[in-house]
Every structure is written in C-alpha cells, then in structure tokens.
C-alpha cells in the first residue's frame, strides 16, 4: 500500500527551514522525517534506506548526506574539523578561498528525529541579506548543542544533482536512466 500524503502550505517564501517549521504539526514525532530540497529528484529508493539507516545505528538527530564532486560548483561545502567531524554547511557565496577547495558538499537530503525539529527550528534566525531560514543551519546547531550528527556518503554523486535550469532538467533526465538502469542491474 502507498504511504498517505499530506500537504503543508509554505505561504510566504521564508526558506527551507521555515518550509519545515510549516510542516512540524504534520510529523509523527515518533518516526525519523525524510528532509529533500525539491530541486534535487535523482536520490534512488536504496539512498533512503542507507541514509536511514545511517541515522538510526549512530543514533543522530540529524544525518545528511554528501557528496564529493570533482567540480563542486557553487554548492554549500561541508566543513569538517580535523578528526573528520562535520562542522557546518557554508555556502560557495560565504565561504573563504580554502573553503572553495573543499569537494564535499551537502547533496540536499537529511533524516531528522522530528521531535528534536521542534525544539530546535525556533532556534533557526533568518537571514538578514535574505529574510529566509536555512535548513543548513541546524547542521550547526546540532554540533553547537553537542548533538550527534551523522552523514552518508552518497555512492553515486550524481545522485545529488539539482535542477534549476532546462539544461540541468535534462542532464537529470539522462542521468535517472543511467541510475535506474544501474539499480535494477544491481
């Protein structure tokens, strides 16, 4: 049987952790909550499950997923301290020459505990270049708050792929059947 779906409504635009905060009353608190930014399609049924799984033997609040791209573009980067430990998300647009050079970055996939959600995405301030609120920024308060969080190395990294223009929905077009084809040989 399909699971039920039911719909938040984010009314005004105030960034993907307010996006969250919308759809809180909707979590069961009990059950750890799939967070997917929606221009990012191409993570495959085994992602979920590994990213899940992830979550639940270092019994994290938060785990994410990476990739490491040998062009990472303009996506946020995941800093680590020097025993491997992630530090925090940092956007291309915030982050220093050496940051730059980092080839981790945040695919845009995390599981959560929804009750650690709640108590924490009051916590999340906006922006004040933007006015919005960073799903990034829990990254940082789950480290600050000395929480576990735990990440998952995609095995793919085109898995992380986002889709923001015609050209990249195509890419993406292409690289699902390479992924699905792979999958089913798999």
């Not at 997917?36 to 270092?58: C, E, M, R, V, W």
Request: charged share 20%; with cysteine.
């Amino acid at each position: 049987t399909l699971p039920t779906v039911q719909f938040a409504i984010q009314k005004d635009l105030l960034g993907t952790a307010d996006a969250v905060r919308q759809a809180l009353p909707l979590l069961n608190p009990q059950e750890p909550t799939y967070l997917i930014y929606g221009d990012n399609p191409l993570f495959l049924p085994t992602t979920f499950q590994s990213l899940l799984g992830a979550h639940k033997d270092q019994g994290a609040v938060l785990t994410l997923a990476t990739a490491f791209l040998d062009d990472p573009a303009c996506y946020g980067r995941i800093v680590r301290d020097g025993q491997g430990r992630i530090l925090r998300d940092v956007e291309f647009k915030d982050a220093t020459d050496d940051e730059k050079m980092i080839k981790e970055i945040n695919a845009g996939c995390y599981v959560a505990d929804p009750a650690w959600l709640a108590e924490v995405l009051p916590e999340v301030k906006s922006n004040p270049a933007t006015g919005e609120c960073y799903l990034t920024d829990l990254i940082e308060i789950a480290v600050q708050s000395g929480r576990t969080l735990a990440s998952y190395q995609l095995s793919d990294p085109r898995e992380a792929l986002g889709v923001n223009t015609i050209d990249d929905l195509e890419a993406a077009e292409h690289i699902w059947s390479v992924l699905e084809q792979a999958q089913s040989n798999a």
